[in-house]
């Protein structure tokens, strides 16, 4: 069966941007002529899901107030607040009762082109799969060990040099979410644990990536992505 449902972690503080999130949700700073949620969510929409959960945190009220119950592209939106900072691991935890995997399940500070049919339909047993990206200057991701679609560790940030790189795009099943203790973060609690039980497999994907993290990348992305989603984005 096709993937309907999407989730996106929207709840990060986005503290290296300085002011420009002091009283906006990173995820919401516009980008183009909207939020780049609305990119985000159109992106999913695009490719047949039907459903998006976010999980907010940092000014949630708001992005409940702006998301909640709306209707994006052909996706219905609605929006979980965290009570306090959980972590990514412990958004999905939190949101637990809200959640029917399998979902995809993506960043929201980061646009990356990813065909999220195509990466669950990775084969053989796994917990949950991850979109890897190839960058000539792996200094601010560290890198992904790939063996056999399966995605085998991970280094830490260190001098840069090309490689593999989480994409922070998933398809989560739910094995996943019972590997979740409580408020943990997934990329440094979860995922080594699931890729050295050969539960973590893993697809390259070539195309658009951008993350809006910082302030360089934020003002690239007021060019690249609008011409990438097109004048109907």
């Not at 959960?53 to 000014?59: P, T, V």
């Not at 412990?90 to 646009?111: E, K, M, Q």
């Not at 993350?211 to 989603?229: N, W, Y």
């Amino acid at each position: 069966m096709p993937l309907r449902r999407g989730v996106i972690l929207a709840g990060g503080r986005g503290t290296r941007l300085g002011a420009l999130t002091s009283d906006c949700p990173k995820p919401m700073l516009t980008v183009g002529d909207r939020p780049f949620l609305d990119h985000l969510i159109t992106h999913l929409a695009r490719q047949g899901l039907t459903e998006v959960l976010l999980l907010a945190g940092w000014q949630g009220a708001r992005m409940r107030a702006a998301y909640d119950g709306r209707r994006v592209a052909e996706a219905t939106v609605s929006v979980v607040v965290e009570p306090e900072a959980m972590g990514t691991g412990g958004a999905l935890r939190f949101a637990a009762d809200r959640l029917a995997p399998p979902f995809a399940l993506v960043n929201g500070d980061t646009l990356f082109d990813v065909d999220v049919q195509a990466l669950a339909a990775s084969p053989g047993d796994w917990a949950a799969a991850m979109a890897l990206r190839h960058l000539d200057d792996t200094s601010r991701s560290g890198c992904v060990t790939l063996e056999d679609g399966r995605v085998t560790g991970f280094r830490e940030r260190g001098d840069g040099g090309p490689g593999r790189v989480n994409g922070g795009v998933y398809v989560v099943r739910p094995g996943l979410l019972d590997a979740i203790p409580g408020p943990c973060s997934l990329e440094r609690d979860i995922f080594p644990g699931q890729a050295a039980a050969g539960r973590l497999a893993g697809q390259v994907f070539a195309g658009l990536f951008i993350d809006i993290g910082v302030p360089a990348d934020l003002a690239r992305a007021q060019t690249i992505v609008p011409a990438f989603m097109g004048d109907n984005g």
